[in-house]
């Protein structure tokens, strides 16, 4: 793999129905690409929670993959109202997420704990009302 490879995905807010269908088809295209399944195991963690973020607290959103030689780099950019509080919300088990969502066996507060578990880094810029970009990295 000589050049990044690219791939982009537009998220709909609180659409339940199309959640988990960006990182269900990274998943597809590392297997055609020959990752190895331990990392493919890692992104599809790390971007379905994004993602399923994303879908929970966000209005939307775009999501950009980048497959180098070196690394796969994940960014998440929400139009959402932005984290208040990042360090509470790496707290395992700490959540914002409404009762409906709850109700629907979302938002358990393991979001960011496992993107960042599942990722060599994890770099979050938040702008209280304005939306929150996520990139994560897995080195190859």
Known sequence: MADVLEFTY????????????????VKRKLKKLGVSPDVIRRV????????????????GGKITIQISEDAITMIL?????GIPDIEKAMTAGYSTAPDKVRNLGFGAGMGLPNMKKNTDSIDIETKLGVGTKVKMVIKL
């Open 10 to 25: 537009e998220v709909s807010g609180e659409d339940f129905t199309r959640a988990g269908e960006a990182s269900s088809d």
């Open 44 to 59: 599809s963690i790390a971007l379905y929670e994004g993602e399923i973020n994303m879908v929970i607290h966000a209005h």
């Open 77 to 81: 950019d929400d139009r959402g109202p």
